[in-house]
C-alpha cells in the first residue's frame, strides 16, 4: 500500500495535479496541508523531479517546521533539499544572494522597530513636521500598510493628492527609504518588496529562481498580502506550477494586511487553474464541526462549503458559564485534571484564548492544580517584559535588596545610567559588603563615579518617594501613579509595533487586575505591598513548564491556526472580549466577520472535544465588568451543545444587545478616511480598546429589589453611608443579586462609583 492510498479522491486530484495552477479551496481539517506534503513526496518519488526545485511556503516559523517534518516522514531521500520556510526567510536568502544587483550591499542589515522609529523620528525633525500629529507609530503603520500593497513614497504621494495628511506621510516614507538605504538596511517588509523589485528589474536572477523553483506551494494562502501574492506569481510565472491551498474562512491577518482577494480572484489571477475542494473533514467530530459550520454560517461575501466528517457526532460541545475569572480558570484546571485521570495526557489538551492577557488567571490556576503548561507562542505572564519591568519597580521600592531588580529598572525608562556606572556601584558595594541598592543611596561617596552620580540622584530621590507613599495609597493607586509618574506607557510606544503595545497594555492591565483582587481578598489582614510580592512569587516562581513535552498547551487562538489538539478549551468567550470589544463598537462588519472567523479558527483546533466557557464578570483595569455571552455561542444551536453553569443560560431569552460605544476612542489624528479605513485594525489594536463605559451589563442596579437584610444579612442597604477600607466613605447606589454574593455599587467620595461584590469588599455601614 502506498502513501497515496490513504488519500480520498479530491486529495488525490490535488496531489497528482502537478503541472499547472491549482487552487484548493478547503475548510478546516480537510487534509490541505497533508495533500501539500504528500504533493511533496509524490514530485519527488514518482515524478523523479529534483528536491531543489521544490519551494514550500508557510506563514510562521512554527507551520514551517511542522511541514519540514512531515515533509521528512514522507519523503525518503533529498527531502532537506526542499525549501520549507515562510515568506520573510525565503526572501532573505535571495536578498543575500542578489541584492547587489538593486545597489544595496549583500551584508545589508535588517532593522528592528526601534531601529525604524529612530529614522522616522529623525525624518519628522528633519523634515520640520509637527510631531505631534504626525505620530511615529502610525507613520510606521502607513508605511507598513504601503509596503504590503507594493505601493513605493511615490505611488502614495500620487494617491494623496491634496490630502494634506497622506502627502505628510508619503513625505516621511521617502525620506525614510532614503535613511534606509544610506544605511544599507532593510525593514521587515521590504523583505518582500525588494525581492520583488529585484526580479522585476534583473531578468537573469529573475530567471535563474524561476528555473530553481518549477513546483510551488503555498500553505495558508488566505492570509497573504498583496506583496506576498505578487511575488510568488512573479515567481511561478514561468512554468506556472503553483498549487495554492487556503480557506476564505481562516483569514485572520487582515490587520497584517493579508487580502483575501488573492484567494477569491486566484482563478482570474490564474486562467485555467484546477479548483478543487476538499469537503471531508479528517480532524473533528460532527458536533464540534456543526459548531463550527454554523458560526461560520452567519458571515456573508463567503464561498459557501459545508464540512462532513465520517468520524462520528462525537460529545456534544460543552458550555459553561461562570462567575469570573478566576472561576473559569478553576474550572478548566479541574476539567483538565480530571481528562488526565481518565487516561488522557496533558498535552492532549489547549487551552485558547482571544488576548495574551488571559493567560494570567489561567496559569495562576494551573500552577495551583500542579498541571504542567507551556505558554505557546508567547511568555509566561509573569516572565513578560512589562510584568517583570513593575514587579522589580515594586521590589525596589518594598527592600531593594532584588540588585537584579534594581538593576533592571535604573535606567527604564531610560535615565542615561549606562553600564559602566552600575558596575562602579556594584563594586563600590562588593568591596563593603552591602547591596547595590544601599550603594546607590552612598553615590556621592563613590569618587570612581565622578560626574556620573548626579545621574543616579532623580532615580534615588523618586524610589524613596514611591516609599513614603506606600503607607498612604492603595497598591493598585501606587502602581497606576508610578506608571503615569514614569510614563511607562509612553516609553512602551517607544519601539514595539502597534500589536505588541496593545498586547502589554493589556498585560499590565490584567496585572492591575491582579493587584486589586489581591486587596479584596485580603480577608482580616491588611494588603501590603510585601504580603503581594509574595503571593506573586508563589505564582511567578514555581517552574510548571515541564521539559518534557507532556504539557498542556495555552496559546492564542491567532498563534492555533493550522494546528490541532484531541481536548481543546477556549475561554473568554463574552462580547467584548471575543468579538472583541473594538470590532462591535466599531460597527465595522468586516472587522466583526475577522472575529468570527478567528472563532471558526479556534473551535475547528479540536479534534475529539470542546470546552467553550465564559465569564460574567471580568475584571478589566481594575475595574468590574459584566459581560454578555459571546454572541458566537448564540450562533451554535442548543442540540450541539451541554451548556452548564451556576446561572441558569437560555441564549433565546438573552437579547443581544449592542454594547454602548466608548466616549473616547485613541485614533491616529491625521488619518485620512481612506487611510484610516485601511488600517482600521491598526487603530483598532493600537488604540488598546479601552472602553469608558462598560460592556453589555447584565441588569441594571436597581434599588428596590432586594431585601437584603432578610438575604444576607447585610448590614446596610441601598442609601446608606458606608466605609470601605480603600475606597474610604460611599453611599450605597444599588444592590443585585449575583450567583455567587451580591453586587453591591457603591458612590464613593472621593473615587466615585465602584461595583464591589459585598464579600470581598467588606463595607462597614457607619
Ligand atoms: N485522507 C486522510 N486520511 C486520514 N487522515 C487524514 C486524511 N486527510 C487528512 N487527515 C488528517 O486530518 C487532520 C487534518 O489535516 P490537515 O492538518 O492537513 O488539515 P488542513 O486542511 O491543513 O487544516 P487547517 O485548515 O486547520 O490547516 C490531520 O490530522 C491529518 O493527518
Ligand atoms: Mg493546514
Request: glycine share 6%; aromatic share 10%; charged share 30%.
Amino acid at each position: 500500500m502506498s502513501i497515496y492510498d490513504t488519500l480520498n479522491e479530491q486529495q488525490k486530484q490535488g496531489v497528482f495535479t502537478t503541472e499547472g495552477p491549482v487552487l484548493i479551496l478547503a475548510g478546516a481539517g480537510s487534509g490541505k496541508t497533508r495533500v501539500l506534503t504528500h504533493r511533496i513526496a509524490y514530485l519527488i518519488e514518482e515524478q523523479g523531479v529534483n528536491p531543489w526545485n521544490i519551494l514550500a511556503i508557510t506563514f510562521t516559523n512554527k507551520a514551517a517546521s511542522e511541514m519540514r517534518e512531515r515533509v521528512d516522514k514522507v519523503v525518503s531521500m533529498g527531502a532537506e533539499h526542499v525549501w520549507v520556510s515562510t515568506f520573510h526567510s525565503m526572501c532573505v536568502r535571495i536578498l543575500r544572494r542578489y541584492i547587489d544587483r538593486i545597489g544595496y550591499d549583500t551584508n545589508f542589515t535588517i532593522y528592528d522597530s526601534d531601529d525604524q522609529k529612530s529614522i522616522v523620528r529623525e525624518a519628522i525633525k528633519k523634515l520640520n513636521i509637527d510631531s505631534k500629529t504626525f505620530k511615529e507609530r502610525a507613520v510606521l503603520s502607513a508605511i507598513s500598510a504601503a509596503k504590503d500593497n507594493l505601493e513605493s513614497p511615490q505611488d502614495m504621494r500620487e494617491a494623496a493628492g491634496s490630502d494634506y495628511n497622506l502627502s505628510t506621510i508619503a513625505r516621511i516614507y521617502d525620506e525614510y527609504q532614503r535613511v534606509l538605504k544610506i544605511n544599507n538596511a532593510l525593514d521587515f517588509d521590504d523583505l518582500i518588496v525588494k525581492t520583488v523589485e529585484l526580479f522585476l528589474t534583473d531578468d537573469d536572477v529573475l530567471e535563474y529562481y524561476q528555473d530553481r523553483f518549477r513546483y510551488i506551494m503555498v500553505d495558508e494562502y488566505q492570509d497573504t498580502n498583496t506583496a506576498q501574492f505578487r511575488l510568488v506569481s512573479i515567481l511561478a510565472g514561468k512554468y506556472k506550477n503553483l498549487c495554492v491551498v487556503g480557506d476564505d474562512d481562516q483569514s485572520i491577518y487582515k490587520f497584517r494586511g493579508a487580502n483575501i482577494h488573492n484567494i477569491l480572484n486566484f482563478e482570474d489571477a490564474f486562467p485555467g487553474a484546477t479548483v478543487i475542494k476538499l469537503e471531508q473533514n479528517y480532524r473533528s467530530t460532527q458536533n464540534i464541526l456543526n459548531a463550527a459550520n454554523n458560526v461560520i454560517a452567519n458571515n456573508i461575501g463567503r464561498k459557501q462549503k459545508t464540512l462532513w466528517t465520517d468520524n462520528g457526532d462525537g460529545e456534544k460541545v460543552h458550555f459553561t458559564t461562570y462567575d469570573d475569572a478566576y472561576a473559569e480558570s478553576y474550572g478548566v484546571a479541574s476539567t483538565i485534571s480530571a481528562k488526565v485521570t481518565d487516561g488522557w495526557n496533558y498535552n492532549d489538551c489547549a487551552i485558547l484564548y482571544r488576548t495574551n492577557a488571559q493567560s494570567r488567571a489561567l496559569e495562576e490556576k494551573l500552577v495551583q492544580s500542579n498541571i504542567p503548561y507551556k505558554i505557546y507562542g508567547g511568555v509566561n505572564f509573569y516572565q513578560r517584559k512589562e510584568i517583570k519591568d513593575i514587579l522589580a519597580y515594586l521590589k525596589t521600592i518594598d527592600n531593594g535588596k532584588d540588585s537584579q531588580a534594581v538593576k533592571r529598572i535604573i535606567n527604564v525608562p531610560k535615565r542615561g545610567i549606562g553600564a559602566t556606572t552600575i558596575n562602579k556601584v556594584q563594586e563600590y558595594a562588593d568591596e563593603r559588603g552591602i547591596s547595590f541598592f544601599d550603594a546607590l543611596m552612598r553615590a556621592d561617596e563613590i569618587t570612581t563615579l565622578g560626574r556620573s552620580a548626579s545621574k543616579l540622584k532623580p532615580f534615588i530621590t523618586y524610589i524613596c518617594a514611591l516609599r513614603a507613599k506606600v503607607q498612604s495609597l492603595s497598591l493598585e493607586q501606587l502602581v497606576e501613579d508610578m506608571l503615569e509618574e514614569i510614563r511607562y506607557r509612553e516609553y512602551l510606544l517607544d519601539g514595539d509595533t502597534p500589536e505588541e503595545v496593545a498586547a502589554r497594555e493589556e498585560n499590565i492591565d490584567e496585572l492591575i487586575n491582579k493587584i486589586v483582587t489581591y486587596e479584596e481578598e485580603c480577608e482580616d489582614d491588611k494588603p501590603t505591598l510585601s504580603g503581594f510580592l509574595e503571593e506573586v512569587a508563589l505564582v511567578a516562581d514555581i517552574d510548571n513548564l515541564d521539559e518534557n513535552s507532556n504539557h498542556v498547551m495555552l496559546m492564542t487562538i491567532h498563534s492555533a491556526k493550522g494546528l490541532e489538539f484531541p481536548i481543546v478549551f477556549m475561554t473568554g468567550m463574552e462580547d467584548g472580549l471575543f468579538p472583541s470589544y473594538m470590532s462591535i463598537v466599531s460597527e465595522d462588519r468586516d472587522a466583526l466577520e475577522e472575529e468570527r472567523r478567528l472563532c471558526y479558527v479556534g473551535i475547528t483546533r479540536a479534534k475529539k472535544e470542546l470546552y467553550l466557557s465564559s465569564a460574567r464578570i471580568r475584571m478589566v483595569r481594575g475595574e468590574t465588568q459584566y459581560n454578555k455571552v459571546s454572541r458566537f455561542i448564540k450562533e451554535i444551536p442548543d442540540e450541539l451543545m451541554a451548556v452548564s453553569g451556576e446561572t441558569s443560560f437560555d441564549k433565546r431569552k438573552e437579547k443581544a444587545e449592542e454594547p454602548k460605544p466608548a466616549h473616547s476612542r485613541r485614533a491616529a489624528s491625521f488619518m485620512s478616511t481612506a487611510y484610516s479605513s485601511a488600517m482600521g485594525s491598526y487603530i483598532s489594536n493600537a488604540s488598546n480598546a479601552k472602553p469608558n463605559t462598560k460592556v453589555g451589563f447584565g441588569r441594571e442596579f436597581s434599588s428596590d429589589i432586594f431585601d437584603l437584610e432578610k438575604k444576607k444579612g447585610l448590614s446596610y442597604g441601598v442609601g446608606d453611608r458606608v466605609l470601605h477600607a480603600r475606597f474610604g466613605m460611599g453611599t450605597v447606589a444599588g444592590i443585585v443579586e449575583g450567583a455567587r454574593d451580591y453586587e453591591v455599587s457603591v458612590d464613593f467620595d472621593e473615587f466615585g462609583r465602584k461595583k464591589l461584590l459585598a464579600g470581598f469588599a467588606k463595607l462597614k455601614k457607619s
